[in-house]
């Protein structure tokens, strides 16, 4: 019983040391996810450094949204991946995770929305994702509380409705990769800030810190909303531009919401946690910034689209909002993989909205990267220089909003 | 966070008044390499700290000018209605 109140050690402090094998900046859920599979890999001497507590990023003030109905085939697959990791993920990390696959509707209130969404059903059935639009008898039936009337100014007319999709509890992910990490011998240092990545010849030969300099032999930018910073310590200017995101958090209430509800057109997402609290969050605020504080402008627009969707929680308060920074890429894709020209750099970056949800995959792919030296077929589409050969992953229409 | 951004025209407003035109860069000359070209399109600063960016007062005046504002708590240094007149029609203004 004693051991009851006894303090939970997640992950254990270690000496930070002079060299590693492989530096992971930023111990969110990519860098973390990186460093295990790492690890289980059989490499060793692994370092993850955060300058802040762990989670303390994007991994922490995402809005907890887990789907892989999206619109390119590249994009589909690989987020597809991450939810089936996801899955298995208590067992695997010994965590409960809370994973909760309760449905994704994203709605079209136009006709030209509604082909939109069966362009992305059919590249979801396509490729072995359970995707399908539905109609608002349907939707009637999966979410009763939504109003479905012609009363608001545009009515909801059609949905993509994804079953696999969900929510999870975004901390324990983070800590359960922290844990498995650490068990497997991975040094974590939080409070430690990278200054500076040493390089010359095009090699990367280690990184400054605010505790010392490091000898490393690959460096991973695994950071969000700061991943341009980083990158710009060895010279390399990146396609992202950092915008805020902002959510809010209501009251708790009675079940009544099963599946995550997004609106594009409304400019609004909104699902329900186990607690009961309503989440609600919105598109990026429409100007660069590293600014975490949050506004009024965003809590009133995104109520007054909520109640669109949901009248009957007008009287309902909220509790708290709050902003993270997201990296923005010019197609709403993410950069990963090496840098041409530049040997030991890896970039995980440019995560923008949908960062959190592909955190396992990109984990285990960038994982794969370093100890092979060969970049996964799952990723070769992401690469960083997908700009100058005009192969984009346009995801927009996708990720945008919806997250 | 929400600022009040001052527009040469019309004096500070809300800054949902307005639109983000991105950092101001200098357009290469006609004829310079692909790679030139990628990078102009694509590749940013995205500093954390001062940035010298375009704007788009899209409810007042309508018209374009130059904000130097810190990103990290988006103070605004200096806001600059563009003066030096296009070089010719490829130019962007101001520049």
Known sequence: ?403 | MSFLLPCPQCGPRDVYEFRYGGEAQRRPAPGSPRSTWTAYLYDRTNAAGVEDAWWYHRLGCKRWFRAVRDTRDNTVLKSTAPTVPPRDANDPPGD
């Open chain 1, 1 to 403: 019983m004693i051991g009851v109140f006894k303090r939970l050690k997640m992950w254990s402090p270690r000496p930070l040391k002079k060299t590693y094998d492989v530096v992971i900046i930023g111990a969110g859920v990519h860098g973390l996810a990186t460093a295990y599979e790492l690890a289980r890999r059989g490499v060793r001497n692994i370092a993850v450094l955060e300058r802040y507590y762990i989670g303390a990023g994007s991994s922490g003030r995402n809005t907890a949204i887990i789907r892989s109905n999206y619109r390119t085939p590249e994009g589909v697959a690989f987020y597809d991946q991450s939810v089936k990791i996801y899955e298995k993920m208590s067992v695997d990390l010994d965590m409960n995770v809370m994973f909760s696959q309760r449905g994704h509707l994203t709605f079209a209130h136009t006709e030209q929305a509604i082909a939109g969404l069966r362009v992305r059903a059919e590249i979801n059935q396509l490729t072995g994702v359970d995707s399908r639009v539905i109609y608002p008898s349907e939707i009637a039936r999966l979410a009763p509380a939504v109003d479905l009337s012609s009363r608001p100014r545009f009515p909801v007319l059609a949905a993509l409705y994804h079953p696999p999709g969900g929510i999870i509890r975004h901390d324990a992910v983070v800590w359960a990769y922290a844990r498995a990490a650490s068990r497997l011998g991975v040094d974590i240092h939080p409070f430690t800030t990278v200054t500076g990545i040493n390089h010359g010849g095009g090699v990367v030969t280690g990184v400054d810190t605010s505790r010392g300099a490091i000898g490393a032999g690959t460096v991973v930018n695994s950071t969000a909303g700061w991943a341009s910073t980083i990158a710009a310590m060895v010279g390399l200017r990146l396609p992202i531009v950092s915008h805020p995101l902002q959510a809010l958090v209501t009251e708790p209430l009675k079940p009544f919401l099963d599946p995550v509800l997004v609106s594009a057109t409304l400019n609004v997402y909104v699902s329900q946690t186990d607690r009961g609290e309503l989440v609600i969050g919105a598109e990026i605020d429409p100007y660069s910034s590293y600014s975490n504080r949050s506004t009024l402008p965003f809590m009133e627009a995104s109520a007054a689209h909520v109640l669109e969707l949901l009248p009957s929680i007008s009287s309902v308060k909220v509790l708290r909002q709050w902003a993270g920074v997201c990296d923005m890429t010019p197609d709403y894709s993410p950069i990963m993989g090496f840098v041409p020209g530049l040997k030991g750099f890896v970039l995980d970056v440019g995560w923008g909205t949908y960062g959190f949800k592909a955190g396992p995959i990109s984990g285990r792919c960038i994982a794969e990267l370093i100890h092979t030296g060969v970049t996964p077929d799952l990723i070769k589409p992401f690469s960083i220089t997908r700009f100058a050969s005009g192969e984009m992953l346009g995801e927009k229409a996708a990720a945008a909003v919806s997250h």
